[in-house]
């Protein structure tokens, strides 16, 4: 009670103010100033880089421009022979070069081996061993839905007669 009183006081006492007050006239002042937006990208370096043309990207310079020497570092122009020894990270296939290869056989021999001796074969043997992603792999050792459910039921079953095995009611 005392809250919401103290609330409606509060809140009447702050003046709602839609457009934020100024000492200069709202219609003509240079308050009203709105930047012209530019089209395409613009490359903004934060004020922390003492010498901005030497990390400004090539892709903001005109080709023209004499600050395209700067930005010939060693590390940042690679060859072809260089490119080919650097590790790919994760290779992207698009839509229609995708490998669709997996069969329902391999997939049950992955599940059997999978099934026979757990500790040994992990995500990472199994995907070396029949070319495939591990979260591939996982997508297909999930157990099914109705095995799922069975498990869930079990349990609960049991919870529920611990529960009654406690209060004394068989």
Same mark, same amino acid.
């Given at each position: 009670?005392?809250?919401?009183?103290?609330?409606?006081?509060?809140?009447?006492?702050?003046?709602?103010? #839609?457009?934020?007050?100024?000492?200069?006239?709202? @219609? %003509?002042? &240079? +308050?009203? +100033?709105?930047?012209?937006?530019?089209?395409?990208?613009? $490359?903004? #370096?934060?004020?922390?880089? =003492?010498? #901005?043309?030497?990390?400004?990207?090539?892709?903001?310079?005109?080709?023209?421009?004499? %600050?395209? $020497?700067?930005?010939? *570092?060693?590390? &940042?122009? +690679?060859? &072809?022979?260089?490119?080919?020894?650097? #590790?790919?990270?994760?290779?992207?296939?698009? @839509?229609? &070069?995708?490998?669709?290869?997996?069969?329902?056989?391999? =997939?049950?021999? =992955?599940?059997?081996?999978?099934?026979?001796?757990?500790?040994?074969?992990?995500?990472?043997?199994?995907?070396?061993?029949?070319?495939?992603?591990?979260?591939?792999?996982? $997508?297909?050792?999930?157990?099914?839905?109705?095995?799922? =459910?069975?498990? $869930?039921?079990?349990?609960?079953?049991? *919870?529920?007669?611990?529960?009654?095995?406690?209060?004394?009611?068989?």
């Amino acid at each position: 009670m005392i809250r919401t009183s103290i609330r409606r006081i509060s809140n009447k006492s702050i003046p709602y103010e #839609p457009v934020p007050k100024n000492k200069y006239n709202a @219609q %003509r002042s &240079q +308050f009203n +100033f709105k930047p012209q937006k530019t089209s395409g990208l613009v $490359h903004n #370096p934060p004020a922390a880089i =003492i010498k #901005p043309y030497m990390q400004t990207p090539n892709i903001f310079l005109p080709a023209n421009d004499p %600050r395209r $020497h700067f930005n010939t *570092a060693p590390s &940042q122009n +690679f060859t &072809q022979q260089d490119l080919e020894y650097m #590790p790919v990270l994760k290779e992207y296939k698009p @839509q229609g &070069q995708r490998d669709y290869s997996i069969t329902a056989e391999t =997939i049950d021999a =992955i599940k059997k081996l999978k099934e026979s001796d757990p500790e040994n074969w992990t995500l990472s043997k199994l995907s070396k061993e029949f070319n495939i992603e591990a979260r591939k792999l996982v $997508h297909f050792l999930r157990p099914d839905k109705k095995e799922k =459910i069975s498990e $869930h039921k079990i349990l609960s079953e049991r *919870a529920r007669r611990k529960e009654l095995w406690l209060r004394n009611e068989y």
